[in-house]
């Protein structure tokens, strides 16, 4: 599989049927595509050969594509199919793909394009349209010459448009609602397909240079896969370059990351944002950050993103919810890059998330939590119905984020300005959770309340300056503590 924002593209490893695919636009849906197919068939002296009956099929990624090799009778065929960068940075839903045949020695081709609504990548794909040689009905197709057509596709019915250096017809010439194929000769040839939501956009993209866009695409790619490992192993290698391009696949601007594309259709944000952080792209996590803090819940928390978000606004909460995996987030971002802006930009967004956090899991206020703690995915799920060891060491995670926040600010003004009294307890708590900790919660009692804090003489940031000044800090907490 591969993928360029709403465009997704797959083929099938067995079978090299070919999916175009874009993501549920009016829906929720966490696992079905919107969906037409592709198949490539051989023509050998005067037979078409389907898909299932070649003999040798090996199908590959490779930086913004997916290829398949197909051996049959002595003829080689490559099909290889390619999101175009399009769609990113649009308020229209919208993308392109590129479809190319190459034969040797040259075979006529013949490529047939079928419709669908949905396609289900894990529980769907053995009963689904790419594991038969037989495409269904394009729905409301229409021929613009020979070398051109449209149609709607999916269940949402999206407007799609074709372009081929073949030759296009219909199945059933006296049908809107038919199977099309695209007869290539001379060895070679392509298809582009474009997808919009609005019929007017597609018009304009129909008009791209596909030749161009495929260069552009392989440009991109080139200078995405600068950062690189070179180790004695190739499969090392292999696995950082086919990380790092999978990432790209995956992420939706602005807010995240899909946890993969043949499975969630969801946006995990927090399990690659470190990621992003190491190999330059610290601007993704940081868009992530903000757009998840900016759009919490009503009570605070942070919230989950589905890909129709920008068009459908909606959002949700899985099981012990997101707080403390979008406090990593933060953590993790200040300590790479030293962006003091989004540091007081993030300050209360992490507060909110920690009262709403301490508001849902900490009813007897004794600051150790009961927390159905989601730790990256549901299948390691951590059930904590009372007050628990785990979910704690997270709140005190979210205490030191906060309190590393606080490092880079103005201390004193902030620690003057945040004590509140607590929901139930009847004590003083200094709302910014002092400063970097080794996680051990220390007390101060002053009558007729009592401060709570964290400090630590072993600062462990990165940022450099933070090694100087937290010890400084830590003293000047205390000074303030013991005269108010």
């Not at 349209?129 to 051109?148: C, F, P, T, Y």
């Not at 984020?401 to 200094?430: D, F, M, N, V, Y």
Request: with cysteine; proline share 5%; hydrophobic share 40%.
């Amino acid at each position: 599989m591969a993928a360029h924002h709403y465009s997704v593209v797959c083929t099938g490893n067995q079978m090299p049927s070919s999916a175009i695919l874009t993501y549920p636009i009016n829906e929720f849906r966490v696992q079905d595509y919107n969906s037409p197919q592709v198949d490539a068939c051989l023509v050998m002296d005067g037979t078409v050969i389907k898909p299932s009956s070649y003999e040798k099929v090996e199908v590959e990624d490779y930086p913004g594509g997916v290829k398949a090799t197909i051996n049959h009778r002595g003829v080689s065929m490559v099909a290889r199919i390619t999101p175009l960068l399009t769609g990113r940075g649009s308020d229209i839903w919208q993308g392109a793909v590129l479809y190319e045949i190459e034969s040797e020695p040259a075979q006529e081709v013949l490529v047939y394009l079928g419709g669908g609504e949905t396609i289900n990548l894990i529980w769907g794909f053995e009963s689904s349209i790419m594991k038969q040689d037989s495409v269904a009905a394009l729905e409301e197709a229409r021929l613009r010459g020979n070398s051109a057509m449209g149609f709607t596709g999916g269940k949402e019915d999206i407007h799609v448009g074709l372009k081929t250096s073949g030759t296009v017809t219909l199945e059933d010439e006296d049908s809107s609602n038919s199977p099309a194929k695209v007869k290539i000769s001379g060895g070679s040839g392509y298809i582009l397909t474009c997808f919009s939501e609005d019929a007017g956009q597609l018009k304009s993209l129909m008009k791209m240079d596909a030749m161009a866009q495929k260069q552009a695409v392989e440009d991109y790619y080139q200078n995405l896969l600068f950062s690189s490992i070179q180790t004695p192993e190739k499969v090392m290698n292999e696995a950082f370059t086919s990380a790092i391009y999978n990432l790209e696949y995956s992420w939706l601007e602005p807010f995240g990351w899909g946890e993969c594309l043949h499975h969630w259709l969801a946006l995990w944000y927090m399990q690659v944002t470190a990621a992003a952080d190491w190999i330059g792209q610290a601007d993704r996590s940081r868009s992530s950050i903000l757009a998840h803090g900016m759009e919490p819940f009503e009570n605070g928390a942070i919230p989950m993103f589905n890909p129709n978000h920008l068009k459908q606004g909606k959002k949700r909460r899985d099981w012990g919810g997101a707080n403390n995996f979008w406090a990593w987030q933060v953590r993790h971002y200040v300590k790479q890059t030293g962006d003091l802006e989004f540091a007081r930009q993030t300050i209360p967004m992490l507060d909110r998330a920690i009262e709403q956090t301490l508001d849902e899991y900490d009813p007897d206020g004794n600051l150790l939590i009961a927390w159905g703690l989601q730790i990256g995915n549901q299948e390691d799920f951590v059930a904590n119905p009372y007050d628990g060891s785990v979910p704690t060491m997270e709140l005190y995670n979210m205490f030191n984020t906060r309190a590393e926040l606080s490092a880079l600010q103005e201390i004193r003004k902030l620690l003057q300005s945040g004590a509140r009294k607590p929901r139930r307890s009847g004590r003083l708590c200094i709302r910014n959770y002092g400063l970097k900790t080794w996680g051990v919660l220390l007390t101060i009692r002053i009558p007729p309340g009592e401060f709570y804090l964290t400090a630590s003489t072993r600062p462990t940031s990165t940022l450099p300056f933070m090694d100087l000044w937290i010890p400084m800090i830590n003293i000047l907490v205390f000074v303030i503590c013991l005269t108010g």
